[in-house]
């Protein structure tokens, strides 16, 4: 209902539609990432892993 609301409103208000249709693909988005938590973490592992490494390489090079 809210999204019909804010279609309508495109003509007049369209800066203030896509901020709210940006709202709702990021709640979008966010339910996806909730599915895909288990791919989400071992992604996250895999690079904090190797921000880590990066960082000591930095500090080895200082």
Do not use: D, G
């Not at 279609?7 to 709702?24: A, M």
């Not at 709640?27 to 904090?48: D, G, M, P």
């Amino acid at each position: 209902m809210v999204l019909f609301v804010n279609l309508s409103l495109i003509h007049t208000y369209p800066l203030f539609t896509i901020i709210h249709i940006s709202e709702y693909w990021i709640l979008l988005t966010k339910c996806i990432r909730k599915r895909s938590s288990f791919r989400k973490a071992y992604f996250f592992q895999n690079t904090s892993k190797s921000k880590n490494e990066f960082t000591e390489n930095r500090s080895l090079r200082i």
